[in-house]
C-alpha cells in the first residue's frame, strides 16, 4: 500500500509539470501567432529594408529602376509569408523567453537564476547586434561584389528595346554581340531575399560565439587558459568559416574574420572574469586554503 502511495506522489509532480509546460507553450504559440500576424501586415516594407542592398547596388551600376521579379502566382506571398515567420518570432521572442524563465525559474537556485537570466538577456541583444552588421555590412559588400561584373543598367537597357541614343550618356553600354547568349540579371524576389537572411541568420549566430562560450565558462565546461590555448585552431576554424559564409571576396572575408575573431578574444576576457569571480566566492566561502596556496 506503501508503494502505491509512493508512486502516486511522484506521479503528481509529473503531471503538474506537465500541465505548466502545456500552459507555457500555448502561450508562446498564442504569442508567435500574434507576431506572424503583426509582422505580416508590415511585410512590404520589411522586403523593401532587406532587399535595399540590392537595390542600392544596381542603381551605383546605373539601373534607374531596379526590379525583382517572382515566376510562379504563389511565390510572392509565400516569400511574404516567410518574413512573417522570422520577424513574427522576433517580435514573440520576449513573452517567449519569459515563458521558458517561468517554466524553469521554479527549479534553479538563486545563484544559477542571477547566471541564467543575464544570458537570456544579452542573447537576442546580440544576436540583433550580428544580424543589423550583416545587413548594413556584410550584404552591400556581397552585392557589390555578385553584381559588379556587368553593368545591370545597360542590359536593363537593352532587354526594354531602347536605342543607344535613348540611353543616357552616362550609362556604360555593353558591346552588341551577334554571336552567344546575352546574360543578364533577373532577379528572383525569393532568392534575392534568401541570400539576406542566410547572412542575417549566420552573423547573428556568430556573435552568440561570447554569450555561449561564457555560459559555459559559468558551468565549468571551457577555462580561459583553454581557449587562449586553442587560437590557432580558432583561427583556422573562423578562416573556413568566412570562406564558406561569405561571397569569394577578400574584404568580406577579413571583416567577417576580424568580427568573429575578435569576438573570440572577448570570450575569452569574459571567461576569465568568471573564474575570477568563481575563485573569490570560493576564497570567502573558505575552500581555498590561502597558506596552501602561497607554498
Known amino acids: 500500500m506503501s508503494q502505491t502511495e509512493d508512486i502516486d506522489d511522484s506521479t503528481a509532480p509529473l503531471i503538474e509539470h506537465l500541465a505548466e509546460l502545456r500552459t507555457r507553450l500555448i502561450r508562446a504559440v498564442a504569442a508567435f501567432a500574434v507576431g506572424i500576424i503583426l509582422a505580416f501586415t508590415v511585410a512590404e516594407p520589411i522586403l523593401q529594408f532587406l532587399v535595399s542592398p540590392i537595390e542600392a547596388t544596381l542603381r551605383d551600376l546605373g539601373d534607374p529602376s531596379p526590379t525583382l521579379q517572382y515566376t510562379s502566382p504563389q511565390e510572392y506571398l509565400f516569400t511574404l509569408f516567410r518574413i512573417s515567420m522570422v520577424f513574427g518570432f522576433a517580435l514573440s521572442f520576449p513573452v517567449i523567453g519569459l515563458q521558458l524563465w517561468r517554466f524553469v525559474a521554479p527549479g534553479l537556485y538563486k545563484s544559477e537564476k542571477g547566471a541564467f537570466l543575464p544570458f537570456l538577456i544579452a542573447s537576442p541583444f546580440m544576436f540583433l547586434l550580428g544580424a543589423s552588421f550583416a545587413q548594413f555590412v556584410v550584404t552591400p559588400l556581397a552585392m557589390k561584389f555578385f553584381l559588379g561584373f556587368a553593368d545591370v543598367s545597360s542590359i536593363f537597357a537593352d532587354l526594354l528595346s531602347r536605342t543607344n541614343a535613348e540611353i543616357p550618356a552616362e550609362v556604360a553600354l555593353v558591346p552588341e554581340t551577334s554571336e552567344g547568349v546575352k546574360i543578364t540579371f533577373f532577379g528572383k524576389v525569393n532568392e534575392s531575399l534568401d541570400i539576406t537572411l542566410k547572412f542575417i541568420m549566420a552573423f547573428g549566430l556568430c556573435f552568440q560565439l ?8 559559468k558551468a565549468g565546461l571551457v577555462s580561459a587558459a583553454g581557449l587562449a590555448g586553442m587560437r590557432k585552431y580558432a583561427v583556422v576554424a573562423i578562416l573556413m568559416l568566412a570562406a564558406v559564409v561569405t561571397p569569394p571576396d577578400v574584404v568580406t572575408q577579413l571583416i567577417l574574420f576580424t568580427v ?13 572574469r568568471v573564474e575570477k569571480k568563481r575563485e573569490a566566492q570560493l576564497r570567502a566561502d573558505g575552500y581555498y586554503d590561502d597558506e596552501v596556496d602561497g607554498e
Not at 561570447?210 to 565558462?217: A, F, I, N, R
Open 260 to 272: 568573429v575573431y575578435g569576438l573570440y578574444e572577448i570570450s575569452i576576457f569574459l571567461v576569465a
Open 210 to 217: 561570447p554569450v555561449l562560450l561564457t555560459l559555459m565558462g
